[in-house]
């Protein structure tokens, strides 16, 4: 019925779009304005960030109402997104704070529409996805690079971010943010484990098309991404990155376990050894990382248990249609079952905050999003003989699971500016997944 819609207002406006230059061209506008929600969000504000994606957007709807033959077709996926949404929009009319969920919704909206218009955008302009990558990569090699700045100016913290008790100050870690809005070091955390398979992914792409000079420079823009993750501090973007390279290694094993067995697993050792050795050369690496093991002792876990004990609670009595979605209205529920005197802005466990915020049957469509798309990214993976497309699905992957992975521990996810990344990444798979697989077997 949609379909018939759009064909009937497409004759309509066939006129218009053959006598307009920028209806013609309306793809570089909008590819251009995708390239500027990557770009802007290091160091503008969500609601200017959230401006640029709205432009998307539109964009994107103007050209399916005006381009004769454009319609939106779903993925297996998108069908579990699209019931997410549609239960998140139940949710909202059931809120007993109905303004301040609104907010939240519309940040959903935001968030969900780019995501279809990206990979509506891909799904015709395959050659684009190179380009989205490097832009990502682009973004988390600058974040590096003012990380490492931060890390040796030895920058001050701007909030309470660790538990220092007991430390001596020289084993206290110097916590860097970047540029990302506000400043938070877990923000940049996940920002770089929702980024960083970018860098990972165009060194492979630049072996396998010969261009080794340009190889060495991803190669060492991957070691300073990783060293600027370290300087985070950030405990959960730690474990995402170790799902990082567990991901990396299993993929890789399709193409180098038979040929290269032996390099391959040298590979491996010297990675472990390389990580061993940063854990007992570096105090405050080390003490940071074995933070995350002391469990009560560690003020921050244990702010964080307190937490999830209060948001398990909140489910428990509101766990058919949730409380409605957005931060601030968490903030004003959470009021009503923190048991300790400080605040909390969400779940710190994404799943749990979905659960909270919308429902049981949210947070069901939601994992059946998930579940569904990876399936279809490793059929992808698994059957296709492109290696260009092989990689670049992978990086996709690697990305999605590592910042869901992330997200057991911290709902940095909930930032535009992982957001997006989050979303480019899903519309990757969805392009490639559109199309049809050259299976090895065929």
């Known amino acids: 019925m949609f379909s018939r819609l759009f064909f009937r207002i497409q004759d309509k406006l066939k006129y218009l779009y053959n006598n307009s230059l920028f209806l013609q061209n309306i793809d570089a506008f909008i590819f251009v304005s995708m390239l500027a929600v990557l770009f802007v969000s290091t160091f503008l504000s969500s609601d200017y960030i959230g401006f640029i994606a709205l432009i998307t957007m539109f964009l994107t709807f103007i050209k399916i109402l005006t381009q004769k033959g454009e319609k939106f077709s779903f993925n297996h996926f998108e069908i579990f997104l699209v019931a997410y949404f549609m239960l998140v929009i139940v949710s909202l009319a059931g809120s007993t704070l109905f303004e301040l969920s609104l907010k939240g919704f519309l940040k959903t909206f935001i968030y969900i529409g780019f995501y279809f218009s990206v990979a509506h955008y891909l799904k015709h302009n395959l050659n684009k996805v190179f380009w989205l990558l490097l832009a990502v990569a682009v973004c988390v090699s600058f974040e590096s690079v003012i990380a490492l700045m931060q890390n040796f100016a030895h920058v001050e913290a701007i909030s309470t971010w660790q538990d220092t008790t007991g430390y001596n100050p020289e084993e206290i870690m110097t916590r860097v943010y970047g540029t990302l809005k506000p400043f938070n070091p877990n923000l940049l955390g996940g920002y770089f484990v929702s980024g960083i398979s970018s860098i990972f992914g165009l060194c492979a792409y630049f072996i396998l098309n010969k261009k080794y000079k340009r190889a060495v420079v991803a190669l060492i ?99 058919l249609l949730g409380i409605g979605v957005g931060n601030k209205n968490f903030r004003e529920i959470y009021g009503l079952y923190m048991k300790t005197g400080f605040d909390a802005l969400s779940a710190y466990n994404i799943f749990l905050e979905i659960a909270v915020e919308s429902g049981i049957f949210a947070l069901i469509a939601f994992l059946g999003f998930l579940f569904v798309l990876v399936k279809d990214a490793v059929k992808i993976i698994l059957n296709s003989l492109d290696f260009e497309k092989v990689i670049f699905a992978s990086v996709a992957l690697i990305s999605v699971l590592s910042v869901m992975f992330h997200g057991f521990v911290d709902t940095v996810f909930f930032r535009p500016q992982i957001q997006f990344v989050f979303w480019t990444m899903v519309a990757v798979i969805s392009a490639y997944g559109f199309q049809k697989v050259d299976n090895l077997n065929s």
């Open 221 to 319: 823009l991957s070691l300073l991404a990783i060293f600027a993750l370290f300087a985070t501090g950030c405990r959960g973007a730690y474990l995402a990155l170790m799902l990082n390279f567990v991901c990396i290694f299993i993929i890789s094993a399709k193409f180098l376990w038979q040929k290269y067995k032996k390099v391959y697993v040298s590979l491996i050792s010297t990675a472990v050894t390389v990580f061993t050795f940063a854990l007992v050369c570096i105090t405050s690496l080390r003490l940071r990382f074995l933070s995350i093991f002391a469990m009560r002792n560690d003020s921050s876990n244990s702010f964080r248990f307190n937490v999830y004990q209060s948001s398990l609670e909140m489910f428990k009595d509101n766990w």
